[in-house]
C-alpha cells in the first residue's frame, strides 16, 4: 500500500548530538516537504524538494540540512541539536503538476525531546 | 506570504448537530487551498483539496468552500459524529510550492 514513513517515531536525545530524521514515501510522488509543529501552532516548513538533487529552505530551514538522492527518500539532519529543537517534525509529499494534483499526504511525525 | 487564521480555536457540539468551521486567508491570489484533520499525536490527513478555480468540494458529510474575493473558505460537517473529533487544519498556497497553515480548531462532538 502506497504510503509515506517516519523514523524513529519518537526520539530522546542529549544536546549537542547529531540526529538524522527519516522519512521515505512509497506514492511515486516527486515534491517532499519537512515541516515543523509545536502545540497548538502552525506548522513551519523547514525544507522542500522537487525531485532527485533538488532541495530547497523553507522559514525554519538554517538550523537543519536535506538531502535527495532517492525519490523515495527525503532524510533530515541536525547536526547539534539543543533543547529549542525540541519539537514534533512532519514529512509530507505530494505530486509535481497541476493544482489538483497538490494534495499533500503526510507521515506520523517524529516527536523529538532534546534534554 | 499568507497569514491564515482559524476561528475559533476550540469547539464543542452534540452528537448529529451540523456545524461551520472557518478558515481567513490574506492574500487572494490563492493556487488552492486545503483541509486537514489532525489526531492528537499523528501527521495531517487531508480532507479536501480546492483549486483557485473552485468554488467548493465535497467528500461525504464534509464540504468545503471557497470565497478568494472575501478571503475565507469553511468546512462543513453535517451530523456530526465523536469519531469527528479532531483538531481541524487549513492550509493556503499562493504557488503550490509553500502551504502556510492555520493553528487549527480543536473539536469536540459529544455524545
Known amino acids: 500500500e502506497a504510503d509515506i514513513y517516519q523514523t524513529p517515531r519518537y526520539l530522546v536525545i542529549g544536546t549537542g548530538k547529531k540526529i538524522t530524521l527519516e522519512c521515505s514515501q512509497t506514492?511515486?510522488?516527486?515534491?517532499m516537504y519537512w515541516y515543523q509543529q509545536d502545540p497548538g501552532m502552525e506548522l513551519h516548513l523547514i525544507h522542500y524538494?522537487?525531485?532527485?538533487?533538488?532541495?530547497e529552505k523553507g522559514d525554519l530551514s538554517s538550523e537543519s540540512t536535506v538531502s535527495r538522492i532517492r525519490t523515495e527518500h527525503f532524510p533530515l539532519t541536525l547536526e547539534s541539536a539543543r533543547p529549542s529543537h525540541t519539537s514534533q517534525y512532519l514529512c509530507a509529499s505530494s505530486e509535481l503538476g497541476k493544482a489538483t494534483n497538490e494534495k499533500l499526504f503526510f507521515g506520523s511525525g517524529t516527536q523529538l525531546s532534546v534534554l | 506570504k499568507q497569514e491564515v487564521t482559524q476561528i475559533p480555536a476550540a469547539l464543542s457540539v452534540p452528537e448529529g448537530e451540523n456545524l461551520v468551521l472557518n478558515c481567513s486567508f490574506t492574500?487572494?491570489?490563492?493556487?488552492?487551498l486545503q483541509w486537514f484533520r489532525q489526531d492528537p499525536g499523528k501527521g495531517l490527513t487531508s480532507l479536501l483539496l480546492i483549486q483557485s478555480s473552485q468554488r467548493e468540494q465535497t467528500s461525504g458529510r464534509l464540504n468545503a468552500s471557497l470565497d478568494k474575493s472575501s478571503g475565507r473558505s469553511t468546512l462543513y460537517i453535517a451530523a456530526s459524529q465523536p469519531g469527528d473529533s479532531a483538531t481541524y487544519l487549513c492550509a493556503a498556497s499562493n504557488t503550490g510550492n509553500q502551504f502556510y497553515f492555520g493553528t487549527g480548531t480543536s473539536l469536540t462532538v459529544i455524545p
Open positions: 492574500d487572494s491570489a490563492i493556487y488552492n
Open positions: 524538494s522537487y525531485g532527485v538533487n533538488s532541495t
Open positions: 506514492m511515486g510522488h516527486d515534491k
